[in-house]
């Protein structure tokens, strides 16, 4: 049974910093793509970073995270992570962790979510 959860998630106050998790099980992880995507409400999901299963580095970042918003993984721990600075009031939404075995990062590529977890930045 494959199972991907996200963790990390509360609420900050604007210039503070959190540390998004993504575990997938049932999986064999290193060959995983994964990805982070958000959803504020009323708004469209988007993609926020991206890694491709055979990289250390991120395949890709919204522009509106540049610089400030890290993508990083441990295949030992079977975990992907994304430490988040500066947050906005603007990056208030549900993050969602995705995994696929594939090389690239569309939100419907992916097969694998999580359920989510809610990041809450107060101005």
């Known amino acids: 049974q494959v199972q991907v959860v996200e963790s990390g998630g509360g609420l900050v106050q604007a210039g503070g910093s959190l540390r998004l998790s993504c575990t997938a099980s049932?999986?064999?992880?290193?060959?995983?793509?994964m990805g982070w995507f958000r959803q504020a409400p009323g708004k469209e999901r988007e993609g926020v970073s991206c890694m491709y299963w055979n990289s250390d580095s991120a395949a890709y970042y919204a522009d509106s995270v540049k610089g400030r918003f890290t993508i990083s993984r441990d295949n030992r721990k079977n975990t992907l992570y994304l430490q988040m600075n500066s947050l906005k009031p603007e990056d208030t939404a549900m993050y969602y962790c995705a995994a696929d075995y594939r090389r690239d990062c569309y939100a419907e590529n992916f097969r694998y979510w999580g359920q989510g977890t809610q990041v809450t930045v107060s101005s």
């Open positions: 049932g999986l064999i992880f290193a060959p995983l793509t």
